[in-house]
T-cell receptor
């Protein structure tokens, strides 16, 4: 059974600081997603990482994927209050035929304090 | 273009009652997924429709849950009778194709509270 573990689950940080969220998964998969969720809102796709060594950046967020280590990281640079949200990583897995389904981590609740 | 929409956004019901959740996918998306997040736990897959056909319902917790997608457009998820452990946020997602083409887009979720 595919397991996805995120850490930390809770992260309180000051504005201007850097931090990294980690996402480990247990079996082979070559497609990893990072989502952001604001309270009461939908999951917003941040990054889709398709291959080993993939690195993507958007603003103050940068995501990377190491498929050999089964590890993805989401790095936050110089955090600002607007980044406060819950961040999920998810790995997709074939569920039969050509169908795939997502397996999520528990999410990281990020709070950025002034 | 409208995104994935879910109704209602919140529902509070008593144990033993019935609740029906609705999901309207993005127009033209054949694939529709239901997921659920129980408090403090992971978001877990419930089932997957391709048009009106159930492709994978391996995540459905038990036979109190019934999902339908008549006509291949919107979908409903009925819980009958509801139990306390059914409380959580139910997410719907849709995609135009399964891999490798597109990712799934999520709705805002329905927060279900069973008291």
């Amino acid at each position: 059974e595919l397991k996805v573990e995120q850490n930390p689950l809770f992260l309180s940080m000051q504005e201007g600081k850097n931090y990294t969220i980690y996402c480990n998964y247990s079996t082979t998969s070559d497609r990893l997603y990072w989502y952001r969720q604001d309270p009461g809102k939908s999951l917003e796709s941040l990054f889709v990482l398709l291959s080993n060594g993939a690195v993507k950046q958007e603003g103050r967020l940068m995501a990377s994927l190491d498929t050999k280590a089964r590890l993805s990281t989401l790095h936050i640079t110089a955090a600002v209050h607007d980044l406060s949200a819950t961040y999920f990583c998810a790995v997709d897995r074939r569920s039969g035929g050509s169908n795939y389904k997502l397996t999520f981590g528990k999410g990281t609740l990020l709070t950025v304090n002034p | 273009e409208a995104g994935v929409t879910q109704f209602p956004s919140h529902s509070v019901i008593e144990k033993g009652q019935t609740v029906t959740l609705r999901c309207d996918p993005i127009s033209g998306h054949d694939n529709l997924y239901w997921y659920r997040r129980v408090m403090g736990k992971e978001i877990k897959f419930l089932l997957h429709f391709v048009k009106e056909s159930k492709q994978d319902e391996s995540g459905m917790p038990n036979n109190r849950f019934l999902a339908e997608r008549t006509g291949g457009t919107y979908s409903t998820l009925k819980v009958q009778p509801a139990e306390l452990e059914d409380s959580g946020v139910y997410f719907c997602a849709s995609s135009q194709d399964t891999r490798p083409n597109t990712e799934a887009f999520f709705g805002q979720g329905t927060r279900l509270t069973v008291v």
